[in-house]
């Protein structure tokens, strides 16, 4: 759980963060990385190493193995400290608060950003760790399209891709459709500004059809982006006495994917449903969906450019030695990151 990480967090030095970084890296080639192979990346005496590993799992950072070999894995409580820990040193948040949110594929936390300019606030911000690879991996690829049909995988990677992926898609809407302004990623983890106001599915509101019209013109716009949000429902829209907010992106797909018009019937159906249900308000499918098509107006160019990305999706989820090379450049520069920097971060 979270809230174990913070218990420990602050006593993580630079050599507990490389060996965390080590079997990092040795889970794309080992189902649990050897104490040879963390000897031969860490470069300590075996005896300060086991000490280590001994107190890492203890403070369940790592969970071990003696059968058939002495081998260890990081679980999601150490990759969250990696996440945490170069958050930090990044300076993209200043003090970790609590457990504000869990899902079945995520967990929520509260932190502080500090204000780029001295004469700023601190302001709060959300970290969503990513936790896609806490259910078993086979279902996670029947119901998440972007991860293709690699078929050696770690939860390390699911849960990875899921969050660059959502970064990447609300750093491209963000500001034109309305979303909390995404703020860094790092592994599975995603630093965005606070979303306004309360889920959907527990608001009463005052004026139902406003708020109504107000989710379907930020779908039309989404939709004139060349992009469908795929899991759209009232318990990922937040609304507030500013309008709306759209949360949870990475299912997303573009107009050129095979399912598009079916996934956006689904996407404002769910919407739909809701409010006739809860409010009373009435408007028919088919109209609305005509509507968000002929206002979002696709020009030939973004059309090309969906498909463009449609393609490039379905050879990025062929290339399973590229990406994961990119997780282990990304821990060693964060390895580089801790090492020039020495302990972990203010809690």
Do not use: C
């Not at 649990?32 to 005496?45: A, D, Q, R, S």
């Not at 509260?110 to 959300?126: H, N």
């Not at 989404?222 to 992009?227: N, Q, V």
């Amino acid at each position: 759980m979270i809230d174990e990480v913070l218990k420990v967090f602050k006593k993580i030095d630079a050599k507990d963060f490389r060996i965390l970084t080590g079997i990092e890296t040795g889970m794309k080639h080992f189902e649990w990385v050897p104490i040879e192979e963390l000897n031969k990346y860490t470069k300590m005496p075996f005896d300060k190493l086991e000490y280590r590993l001994r107190k890492l799992v203890r403070d369940k950072l790592v969970v071990g193995t003696t059968q058939p070999y002495e081998g260890y894995q990081i679980y999601f409580e150490g990759y969250d400290a990696l996440a945490l820990n170069t958050f930090v040193k990044r300076k993209t948040i200043s003090a970790i608060g609590d457990e504000v949110g869990v899902g079945k594929e995520s967990v929520i936390l509260e932190a502080i950003r500090q204000p780029e300019l001295a004469i700023g606030k601190p302001s709060p911000v959300i970290i969503k760790f990513h936790r896609e690879g806490r259910t078993s991996f086979k279902q996670i690829k029947r119901v998440r399209e972007h991860i293709g049909e690699r078929e050696h995988f770690s939860w390390i990677y699911a849960a990875r891709l899921a969050a660059q992926r959502e970064y990447e898609i609300m750093t491209k809407v963000y500001p034109q459709v309305s979303i909390p302004k995404p703020l860094d990623q790092n592994r599975h983890a995603i630093v965005m500004e606070i979303a306004k106001g309360s889920l959907l599915s527990k608001t009463k509101l005052l004026n139902a059809e406003w708020y109504l019209d107000e989710i379907l013109r930020q779908v039309k716009i989404t939709y004139s982006l060349g992009i469908i949000h795929a899991d759209l429902s009232e318990y990922n829209i937040f609304v507030s006495e500013d309008g709306v907010q759209l949360i949870d992106w990475p299912q997303y797909i573009t107009p050129a994917h095979p399912q598009a018009d079916e996934i956006l019937e689904r996407d404002v159906s769910n919407v739909l449903v809701h409010f006739n249900r809860k409010y009373g308000v009435k408007r028919d499918l088919e109209e609305v969906i005509g509507e968000i098509k002929s206002a979002a107006n696709l020009s030939e160019a973004s059309k090309e450019e969906a498909i463009i990305d449609e393609e490039s999706r379905d050879e990025e989820s062929r290339d399973e030695e590229g990406n994961e090379e990119a997780i282990m450049d990304e821990a060693i520069m964060d390895e580089a990151l801790i090492e020039g920097t020495g302990k972990g971060g203010k809690v």
